[in-house]
């Protein structure tokens, strides 16, 4: 499914996109596939994507060449609590299909899941994530800890040591090293304000890699900060970059697979305190997400602008896949019922993407192969 639900197949509707140097007409119909652009229409969109550009599909990413050198490939995975486990379907699906990945990068619930992928045993993360109950991650809210909170004795309304114990059972920092995925995750310091991008590489530690992956996914005001080898005070980098491209670029990533776990937003509103926060997160997340895809356009534009790097086999093809309907699901309810279904739902709307990708690669009328492929 693309994000606005439009597919490349010959007719259905046709706009044209004038810059002053090119016109380039475009057609789709409401399915789901690609829609072809031109090269050049990127020149013209230097800014991060608003929604009409977003609606409309308006992002450029040519595809390689019949024959072309392999292209580094990376997999960014997003926050979205427990709709993470849409990303384990997602990432089956994909690994069937023989796609494979030199880099994965993680925030928050994405992060806890890269570092799984980079392990290497798909089947165990798979049966972490279907025994997984809300109780594996945090110790329900008690009046308790509402009286510490209230004499400044936590910084988080949730105790998620469970989560931590679970990290230090499952994770292996020297497996994660010796995989073929390199992996590297994203946390904002709330002492600088800046985020930073750490990866496996430079750990020496089991400590340090749990206490990274306790910072990337300490949604704030839900779990507390996390202090990462004895310095700053880390929250959730998906806050800032829950969709961080502009790291894969700078690590020289060619192709990107891009998860997203925010859906179609639901027309009726939020019924109570949790579905308001649900809502929050998405906003906030969808604006980031927004802001790198933005980025990736921006990205190759510049690169359309220099005839040396203006080949396909240069510019950033970009995938980005997230759910064709929402996940009726709180981001901190983990259930196993609903995660096998929310699985299952990353699995069969990845397989679908992959089947518009096989049978829609098409030529545009200037004789160039290019493609886009929002999912």
Known sequence: MLVSGFEFLGHSENRNLHNGKHEQEICWTEESGCTLVSTEQLIEFPEPLDDAMVDRNVLDVPTCSATPERRKTALILSGGGARGAYEVGVVKALLEHGVTFDLAIGTSIGAINAAFLAQGDIERWERMWCSLRSADVFHPLSVRRITQLLRGKHNGLLDNSPLEQLLRRELDLDRIKAGSTKVGWCMTDLCTQETMFVTADTMGST???IDTLMATSAVPLAFPPRAVGGAGLYIDGGLVRNTPM???LEMGVKEIYAVLLNGNVPSTPPLHLMDCFDRIMDVILDSSARNAIGFAHFYNGILSKNAETSSAETMLRLHVLKPRKPMRINLL??????????IAQGYEDTQDHLENIDCG???NPSGENLSQHWY
């Open 246 to 248: 502009k790291f894969a």
């Open 207 to 209: 400590d340090e890699l």
């Open 361 to 363: 690669q098409c030529e």
């Open 333 to 342: 309810a983990f259930e196993p019922d609903k995660t096998m279904d929310i």
